[in-house]
Nanobody, 118 residues
Framework: QVQLVESGGGLVQAGGSLRLSCAAS????????LGWYRQAPGKQRELVAT???????DYADSVKGRFTISRDNAKNTVYLQMNSLKPEDTAVYYC????????????WGQGTQVTVSS
């Protein structure tokens, strides 16, 4: 099983920045995809950004140009640099991993709160 431990959430004013981190640990062959999803109150969970082990990235249109996802394969850690934050970015941010063991499965972190004040 894999464990995903997130850090870096908090309260920030609009226009500010935050950096989220998520480290994967446990027993697995590799982590193929790492990423971040978010869920605001009363809304469905949505993709923020993902990154493959080869470095290919995908972003939600709403965060393109403001957020940057990166990963350290040696540490199985993913980062999300969030700049020019807006109140609508307020949500619980969940780390995501597509994990390869004898099979492939999805894993989720416990979530970290990001609150952007206007």
């Amino acid at each position: 099983q894999v464990q995903l431990v997130e850090s870096g959430g908090g309260l920030v004013q609009a226009g500010g920045s935050l950096r989220l981190s998520c480290a994967a640990s446990g027993s697995f062959f590799r982590v193929n995809v790492l990423g971040w999803y978010r869920q605001a109150p009363g809304k469905q969970r949505e993709l923020v950004a993902t990154i493959t082990s080869g470095g290919s990235t995908d972003y939600a249109d709403s965060v393109k140009g403001r957020f940057t996802i990166s990963r350290d394969n040696a540490k199985n850690t993913v980062y999300l640099q969030m700049n020019s934050l807006k109140p609508e970015d307020t949500a619980v941010y969940y780390c995501y991993a597509r994990v390869k063991t004898l099979r492939e499965y999805d894993a989720w972190g416990q979530g970290t709160q990001v609150t952007v004040s206007s």
